[in-house]
């Protein structure tokens, strides 16, 4: 089973510029999130997608971040424009819809942000 | 205000020993706990979790407690081997249960030696 997809990797930008990252989740995978974790911090959620219905976006910085799930599968995650603070690495998880009895989400190798 | 919380920034132990990584919360509304564990450069990997109908978890080496009590759990590791060595994150989650957002600790460094 493949995992979930994510890139770039990496990505350096200066401040003011805009980035866009891409997900693929695991096939089958109906709910989708994206984490942001801070050097020496645990995985904090933006945005968690149903399909391509948005569940919960309360942390997400919308004057500055945009999400969409298209069709339910890919995902992109957009900041415009750059803060410093945004430096993180943006990690994607994917779950099974219900039935998940164990909770247990599937992260990809998640992609770094450097602002400059 | 951090609802979850690990306290130990690192731990290191001897192969072969136990390992024990601690972990606090303060929501009383969370009803699942979560492990996960992370190599550098990858991405989170889930360990082992627990409900809050039990007080322990057991897969091979890992065993998970819970003191709701004491809002309290802890991971232990037996025995401990190199390959352990990262850093692990306790998650809570609550309300819709498996499904429900998870909120993670700062993590705890992990270094098991030789």
């Known amino acids: 089973e493949a995992g979930v997809a994510q890139s770039p990797r990496y990505k350096i930008i200066e401040k003011r510029q805009s980035v866009a990252f891409w997900c693929n989740p695991i096939?089958?995978?109906?709910?989708l999130y994206w984490y942001q974790q801070i050097l020496g911090q645990g995985p904090k959620l933006l945005i968690q997608f149903q399909n391509n219905g948005v569940v919960d976006d309360s942390q997400l910085p919308k004057d500055r971040f945009s999400a969409e799930r298209l069709k339910g599968v890919d995902s992109t995650l957009k900041i415009q424009p750059a803060k410093l603070e945004d430096s993180a690495v943006y990690l994607c998880a994917s779950s099974r819809l219900a039935g998940g009895l164990t909770g247990e989400l599937f992260f990809g190798e998640g992609s770094r942000l450097t602002v400059l | 205000d951090q609802q979850v919380k690990q306290n130990s920034p690192s731990l290191s132990v001897q192969e072969g020993r136990i390992s024990i990584l601690n972990c606090d919360y303060t929501?009383?509304?969370?009803?699942?706990f979560l492990w996960y564990k992370k190599y550098p450069a990858e991405g989170p990997t889930f360990l082992i979790s627990?409900?809050?109908?039990?007080d322990k978890n057991e897969d091979g080496r890992f065993t998970v407690f819970l003191n709701k009590s004491a809002k309290h759990l802890s991971l232990h590791i037996v025995p401990s081997q190199p390959g352990d060595s990262a850093v692990y994150f306790c998650a809570a989650s609550s309300g819709r249960g498996s499904q429900g957002n998870l909120i993670f600790g700062k993590g705890t460094k992990l270094s098991v030696k030789p």
């Open positions: 096939s089958g995978h109906a709910t």
């Open positions: 929501n009383s509304m969370f009803d699942y």
């Open positions: 627990i409900s809050s109908i039990k």
